[in-house]
């Protein structure tokens, strides 16, 4: 346990086998026990029927967002699923969100960006993508405001399930 010791460095282990080792804990506990949220399944059949472009942006790597997506049987709903591995810099950096936006033909000014963490919005608001969040993983004072020092740019709704997110995103108007 010495070596786990405050002060270790990265030269003391290989870092890349460590990851590898925990995403491979990750998607074997992931057969069985991942779930979608409530409302997520029959939001993007909604999307989907509606003729809704989506994405995913994640900061997880693509090996587990790939098995993760086919997993839960959604990997169809979206037309563009971007990991940290597929770009130059993860979130918080505009990056992805821009990517997605643009690869699904439309500004990043155009597309709602819906994400549970403070790395994430902070990446969709700087990115200038309408933002929505959901209290899954943090709670709301830390989703309100997740730009340190830049307290106008805030998501513009927060609610506590998908169910909720999708019923505000279907009131929104809609351009033809």
Excluded at 53 to 64: L, M
Excluded at 75 to 93: A, G, Q, T
Excluded at 124 to 133: P, R, Y
Excluded at 140 to 169: K, N, Q, S, Y
Aim: hydrophobic share 40%; charged share 25%; net charge negative.
């Amino acid at each position: 346990l010495d070596q786990f010791k405050p002060g270790w460095t990265t030269d003391q282990f290989d870092v890349d086998a460590l990851a590898l080792r925990k995403n491979d804990y990750y998607l074997e506990s992931a057969r069985t026990q991942l779930a979608l949220y409530p409302g997520v399944r029959d939001g993007l059949e909604w999307a989907k029927a509606n003729g809704i472009p989506c994405a995913i942006v994640s900061n997880a790597r693509r090996r587990e967002l790939m098995a993760s997506t086919t997993l839960l049987k959604i990997d169809s709903f979206f037309k563009v699923i971007l990991s940290r591995d597929d770009v130059p810099r993860p979130k918080p950096d505009p990056g992805p969100f821009e990517y997605a936006a643009l690869s699904l033909g439309f500004s990043p000014a155009d597309c709602v960006a819906i994400d549970d963490s403070p790395t994430g919005l902070e990446g969709a608001l700087l990115a200038k993508c309408v933002t929505a969040s959901v209290t899954t993983n943090y709670p709301r004072h830390h989703l309100e405001t997740p730009i340190p020092g830049m307290p106008h740019m805030r998501p513009v709704w927060i609610g506590a399930t998908m169910d909720e997110f999708f019923e505000w995103l279907r009131s929104l108007p809609t351009r033809k």
